[in-house]
């Protein structure tokens, strides 16, 4: 257990549709980042917030939208839904290294499958 | 095109054999992580090298960071089925973001 949570675990709707997916960060951590994993795409970089402020943005669609809230969890917002956005997608919150580098702990992901 | 290369995608072998993967670019990083997936899970980090030519065994488990510090290889010896899963490769390309290859899907036949 990586102390990560995500939420929902799975998630079916439909093309057009919006999802909400929510993620709470291991205590005491205050970047939460945001990835897609497909198939054909892998595991890309969304987007990250540090203690509620945007702090890096990657592959991340206009359709996409991010926020942190004040107790630090995160909510990554998905609209005009398409078939392609189908995919795994994980949250992460960061622990500092030895050495200032940094170690990610994933939380268990959401499959959001669009029929 | 990928900022990490690795290889090969998909790697089967019977319970006892050795594998190595292996994780190539033409960049040079400060550092490189190695994290492994398992099927329903989010990735786990392995190992962090930092220095060109370093070696960092974790049991069976043995990561080479290359001299250039432009890739890297994992390299296990008498697979196990809990070896089973994707590894991948990652660098950060800044403080923040954390950049991956495409992974190496493992698996070990009992």
């Known amino acids: 257990d990586s102390g990560v949570t995500q939420t929902p675990k799975h998630l079916i709707t439909a093309t057009g549709q919006r999802v909400t997916l929510r993620c709470s960060p291991r205590?005491?951590?205050?970047?939460v980042y945001w990835y897609q994993q497909s198939l054909d795409q892998g595991l890309q970089f969304l987007i990250q917030?540090?203690?509620?402020?945007?702090?890096a943005k990657g592959n991340i669609l206009e359709r996409f939208s991010a926020q942190q809230f004040p107790d630090l969890h995160s909510e990554l917002n998905l609209s005009s839904l398409e078939l392609g956005d189908s995919a795994l997608y994980f949250c992460a919150s960061s622990s500092r290294l030895a050495g200032g580098l940094y170690e990610q702990f994933f939380g268990p992901g959401t499959r959001l499958t669009v029929l | 095109t990928q900022l990490l290369e690795q290889s090969p995608q998909f790697l089967s072998i019977q319970e006892g054999e050795n594998l190595t993967v292996y994780c190539n670019s033409s960049?040079?990083?400060?550092?490189l992580q190695w994290y492994r997936q398992e099927p329903g899970e989010g990735p786990v980090l392995l190992v962090t090298?930092?220095?060109?030519?370093e070696v960092k065994k974790l049991k069976r488990l043995t990561f080479q960071f290359g001299d250039a510090r432009k890739d890297s290889s994992l390299h296990i010896t008498a697979a196990q089925p809990g070896d089973t899963g994707l590894y991948l490769c990652a660098v950060f390309t800044n403080d923040y973001k954390l950049s991956f290859g495409a992974g190496t899907t493992v698996t070990v036949r009992a």
């Open positions: 960049s040079v990083f400060s550092s």
């Open positions: 090298v930092v220095t060109g030519g």
């Open positions: 205590s005491g951590d205050l970047s």
């Open positions: 917030y540090y203690n509620g402020e945007e702090r």
